[in-house]
């Protein structure tokens, strides 16, 4: 099985800034909300955790598996997608024409990235060399992998193990903390 999950809140969740690359630790919330998945999923089946290395995903990940004895590795290519100058952003959506805005609204159009930050080909290119080096082998072996991340990362995972077409990058939703069973 392949599991995925993304990272309980943070303080720039609540104030809805892009993250990103930034490493904001979880809130109080957050934290409670991972605890609140480590009940919820503790009869769920893991072999092994590949995490971002990202402190809002590890803390997620140490949560959740807290007292369980399942190795959480972290990877690099697990990492949120930059946004470049728009990370710490405050309600980007308020700003006319911010062009971070048009990854959410209409990803199928996002081709070039704002300035520092990274595309979607690049996003795809790096979670799917993970997936074919890493998850998808041990998964193919018989063994129960979680992914912790975010989500712009996550969605490019969900997007490319069930196929979806760009335009619908955003369509799983992925909240806080909820696993989703990918395969």
Same mark, same amino acid.
């Given at each position: ?67 369980? #004895?399942?190795? $959480?590795?972290?990877?690099? +290519?697990?990492? %949120? ?6 990370? /710490? =952003? ?63 990362? #996550?969605?490019? $995972?969900?997007?490319?193990? +069930?196929?979806? %077409? ?6 799983? /939703? =992925? ?9």
């Amino acid at each position: 099985m392949l599991y995925i999950m993304r990272h309980g809140t943070t303080d720039w969740n609540a104030l809805h800034k892009l993250q990103g690359r930034t490493d904001i630790p979880l809130n109080q919330d957050g934290r409670n909300l991972a605890r609140q998945a480590h009940n919820k999923y503790l009869d769920v089946h893991f072999d092994v955790c590949y995490c971002s290395p990202l402190v809002r995903a590890k803390e997620t990940a140490e949560i959740l598996l807290q007292d369980r #004895n399942i190795p $959480i590795l972290y990877d690099e +290519r697990l990492k %949120e997608m930059c946004f470049g100058i728009y990370e /710490g =952003i405050e309600n980007s959506f308020s700003i006319p024409d911010c062009p971070v805005n048009v990854l959410f609204h209409h990803p199928d159009e996002y081709l070039l990235p704002v300035e520092g930050g990274e595309s979607l080909d690049e996003l795809f290119t790096r979670t799917g060399s993970f997936l074919d080096e890493v998850a998808l082998p041990l998964s193919e072996e018989g063994k129960d992998v979680l992914i912790v991340g975010h989500g712009a990362m #996550n969605s490019s $995972i969900i997007s490319r193990i +069930r196929n979806y %077409e760009r335009k619908d990058f955003w369509s799983a /939703g =992925i909240p806080a903390c909820e696993l989703i069973q990918l395969i």
